[in-house]
């Protein structure tokens, strides 16, 4: 009986991603994914990735458990990669990939001034998503003669960690950052031209 059912769940699941996959062939005939809607999901992933990696990881285990601590330098201090940098860590794995999109993590209050905006797209975007919580930012901007579109989402305090850590540490501008309140954004630029 407990197989049967099982078999059940498989089937239906199976049915579930046949239907997913021929949902987005037919919509890559018709014209293919829009550029935000790309954007948007690759969004998805890389905030639950992040939420779930500070949540269950260095929230838990830091801050809750105290068993180990997160630091800049995890390497010499034997102790847990920081958020930040496990989020540029995979930036940089795809950039190496040439997976045909770049982003970054960035703020207006940079702990690390390398992730303060540099165009005028982010910075106006960071802004934007500051001063107008729960939006995302979408435009278009030219870089070294290549057309992008680049899209800036908040990057919220989702756990007590991002604040403690960011308020006390010695290079941060900011110290009064509030749990749900924006720290900063993740940058994501797709080129609308093929090179
Ligand atoms: C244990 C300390 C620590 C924790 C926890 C932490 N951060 Fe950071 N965060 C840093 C440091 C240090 C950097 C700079 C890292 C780098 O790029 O070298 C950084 C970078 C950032 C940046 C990029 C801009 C900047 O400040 O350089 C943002 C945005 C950010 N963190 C937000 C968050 C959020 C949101 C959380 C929780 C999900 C979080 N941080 C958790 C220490 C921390």
Redesign the pocket.
Known sequence: MKNARRSYYSLTLGALAMLVIAGCSSEASIGGISPQKMADSLHAVMEAD?TVY?RLI?NRLQNEEKVIK?S?HWKDDKALV????MF?FGAERVAENEAGFSYS???L????K??APKTEAEKTGLKFIAENPGKNYYTEEKLGGVNYFTAVYP?????P??TT??NK?KDSPRSDFKIGEV??GVVIRIPLEKS
């Open positions: 992040r500070t260095v997160a800049e920081l958020p930040a940098q540029r993590l960035q703020s209050w940079p702990v690390n390398q992730n990057d919220v305090a989702v756990a960690a991002c850590c960011h540490h720290m900063g």
